[in-house]
């Protein structure tokens, strides 16, 4: 793969790069940033968001001014610009279809010419030195499945089925948007694939009455400890991909 692609879950984990840097900020080319995925780097829930990405039905990817690639991009004194959108998944990366009422909404028709469209992935080109970004979670419908648990009164473990088959699909998903990203990136680009935190603490779990003015609101024990690795599949799915993707060709 020309551009190396690095994966972060939980802690920084670079590959195909020199031990034991100063900072991690050493590895990364100095150059331009461009942020791309779901709502972990989107910002959502961190308002106040930006660039008219709070407009109910017309666009709410919910950029938020304090996600991490405004703030590393900060830190590095480095431009950057965020396609992020909350709720995307990794097909959405690569649509130029204005989404009526889910991600992408309007952002492929957004600061591109009158007729044209524009996909997440059309936004990096021979001028950018980093991309950043976090997916895969959505594929997995996770949105969805913590309302579920939020709301029904049975156990939202029963989706195991449906996760455990979405899972099986998602590396074919990665490593095609990979590729994609490599052709079009220099060999000098770093792209950072973020992996996604633990929800629940891993050890001494009760249940937890997460929203107390709902009489369903409460994640038990047994939903935590599944959530829990439902997550740690998915983010072994996503740093596998990334290991084949920085493999030379």
Excluded at 27 to 34: R, W
Excluded at 55 to 83: D, F, K
Excluded at 135 to 162: K, M
Aim: proline fraction near 8%; aromatic fraction near 6%; charged fraction near 15%.
């Amino acid at each position: 793969m020309k551009a190396l692609v690095a994966v972060v879950v939980a802690a920084v984990v670079a590959f195909g790069v020199p031990p034991a840097p100063a900072t991690p900020y050493d590895v990364l080319p100095i150059g331009t940033m461009v942020a791309m995925g779901d709502s972990y780097t989107s910002g959502e829930g961190v308002p106040p968001f930006v660039d008219e990405t709070d407009l109910a039905g017309i666009n709410e990817c919910h950029r938020s001014e304090q996600a991490y690639p405004e703030i590393v991009a900060q830190t590095m004194g480095i431009p950057a610009t965020s396609w992020a959108c909350s709720g995307a998944t990794v097909a959405d990366l690569s649509s130029r279809t204005v989404g009526a009422d889910q991600a992408p909404w309007d952002d492929p028709a957004r600061n591109v010419p009158v007729g044209t469209r524009a996909a997440a992935v059309d936004r990096v080109n021979a001028g950018t030195s980093i991309v950043v970004l976090t997916i895969g979670g959505n594929d997995l419908g996770f949105g969805e499945i913590v309302a579920d648990c939020l709301l029904e009164p049975v156990s939202c473990t029963r989706h195991d089925d449906a996760v455990q088959q979405e899972l099986l699909g998602l590396p074919g998903k990665l490593q095609a948007l990979f590729a994609d990203l490599t052709i079009r990136l220099p060999s000098s680009a770093r792209v950072l694939v973020m992996g996604y935190p633990r929800v629940f603490p891993s050890v001494d779990q009760a249940d937890c009455d997460f929203l107390t003015f709902l009489p369903t609101g409460t994640f038990s024990a047994s939903e935590q400890a599944w959530a829990n690795n439902a997550t740690a599949l998915m983010n072994g799915v996503v740093r596998r991909a990334v290991e084949q993707a920085d493999r030379p060709a």
